[in-house]
């Protein structure tokens, strides 16, 4: 298998931007979806956003109206386009791939059940 690969993370002070970018070689057609899920020190694992192959997104409330994942596929290529971060944004952000369920329920999962995980990307917001 082949690990995803994340670029983008670094560091901002608050109400400044990001975007991070996931590279997968490998195409899964079974696969439901794909996402974005972070990790801060001493917190469990939570899912940020996810896109479908029909371009359909879901978001976590806390990231809604800030946060705009997308993708393209002729580049095998997924973005999560991050506004106005705040320092509760701080994580390590990981990308997921060949999530086995859909848009819906897929920030929900279990880290075991996410098919592929990239290595992840430090992103550290500053007030």
């Known amino acids: 298998q082949v690990q995803p690969v994340e670029s983008g993370g670094g560091s901002v002070q608050a109400g400044g931007s990001l975007r991070l970018i996931c590279v997968d070689s490998?195409?899964?057609?079974?696969?439901?979806?794909e996402g974005w899920f972070r990790q801060a020190p001493g917190k469990e694992r939570e899912g940020v956003a996810a896109?479908?192959?029909?371009?359909?997104?879901n978001y976590a409330d806390s990231v809604k109206g800030r946060f705009t994942i997308s993708k393209d596929n002729a580049k095998n290529t997924l973005y999560l386009q991050m506004n106005s971060l705040k320092p509760e944004d701080t994580a390590m952000y990981y990308c997921?791939?060949?999530?086995?369920?859909?848009?819906?329920?897929?920030?929900?999962?279990?880290?075991?059940?996410?098919?592929?995980w990239g290595q992840g990307t430090q992103v550290t917001v500053s007030s």
């Open positions: 896109i479908d192959s029909d371009g359909r997104t």
């Open positions: 997921a791939a060949d999530l086995p369920t859909g848009v819906e329920t897929a920030l929900l999962i279990s880290a075991p059940e996410v098919g592929r």
């Open positions: 490998q195409q899964t057609y079974s696969a439901y979806s």
